[in-house]
């Protein structure tokens, strides 16, 4: 079993809709919980970090994290054809070399 | 402002064959990273370098060596390459000292296919 489990989609959604994006884990020793975008033929870029359990917003991005349900969500509201890309998950301990990424979430966001 | 720099971005090797993946980032970060993203993988960390003239081994090391040949330049080498190094490789840097956000931003380069038949 991975530590990390993300459904790879892919997922297509009208313009303006709400996206929902998951990951669950096993590892209870993760702390910090990362969101990464990365369109075709390009590098992640980070998009929302959150330390613990908790929710954090950023424009028409949010990130949830429940540690007691090992669950981590990320929403994007009102969805533009700009959104579309693939979202990966990423969550490490202590150390920045102990990151484990999901699979990633392909989304497409269509006009 | 460049942020990491990976080259080649495209390679083709045959079996048996070596190469070297070059990385440099301009931010002055202390700690860089070599990844490997396979479909259906996700990321995996190869090595890294926490600082100038240290290594350690990652997820998936075999099969490869690394040099971190100053602050800037983190290099990945496949002396002998084979077919299941076939992947896009990543390079990745943060500043990894002391608290606050700059500590979670790892900034990844573009990549660099490679395939090995």
């Known amino acids: 079993q991975k530590e990390v489990e993300q459904d790879p989609g892919p997922l297509s959604v009208p313009e303006g809709a709400i996206v929902s994006l998951n990951c669950t884990y096993s590892?209870?020793?993760?702390?910090?919980f990362m969101w990464y975008r990365q369109y075709s033929r390009k590098g992640p870029e980070l998009l929302m970090y959150?330390?613990?359990?908790g929710n954090k917003e950023d424009g028409r991005f949010t990130a949830q994290v429940d540690k007691s349900s090992k669950y981590i969500s990320l929403f994007i509201r009102d969805s533009q054809p700009s959104d579309s890309a693939t979202y990966l998950c990423?969550?490490?301990?202590?150390?920045?070399?102990?990151?484990?990424f999901g699979a990633g979430t392909r989304l497409t966001v269509k006009p | 402002n460049a942020g990491v720099t990976q080259t080649p971005k495209f390679q083709v090797l045959k079996t048996g064959q070596s190469m070297t993946l070059q990385c440099a980032q301009d931010?002055?970060?202390?700690?860089m990273y070599w990844y490997r993203q396979d479909p259906g993988m996700g990321l995996r960390l190869i090595y890294y370098?926490?600082?100038?003239?240290?290594?350690d081994k990652g997820e998936v090391p075999n099969g490869y060596n690394v040099s971190r040949l100053n602050k800037r330049e983190f290099s990945l080498r496949l002396e002998s390459a084979a077919p299941s190094q076939t992947s896009v490789y990543f390079c990745a840097s943060t500043f990894d000292r002391g608290r606050g956000v700059a500590k979670n931003i790892q900034y990844f380069g573009a990549g660099t296919r490679l395939s090995v038949l």
């Open positions: 931010m002055n970060h202390n700690s």
């Open positions: 990423a969550m490490r301990g202590v150390n920045n070399n102990d990151m484990r």
């Open positions: 959150t330390y613990s359990s």
């Open positions: 370098s926490a600082s100038e003239g240290t290594t």
């Open positions: 590892n209870s020793a993760f702390q910090y």
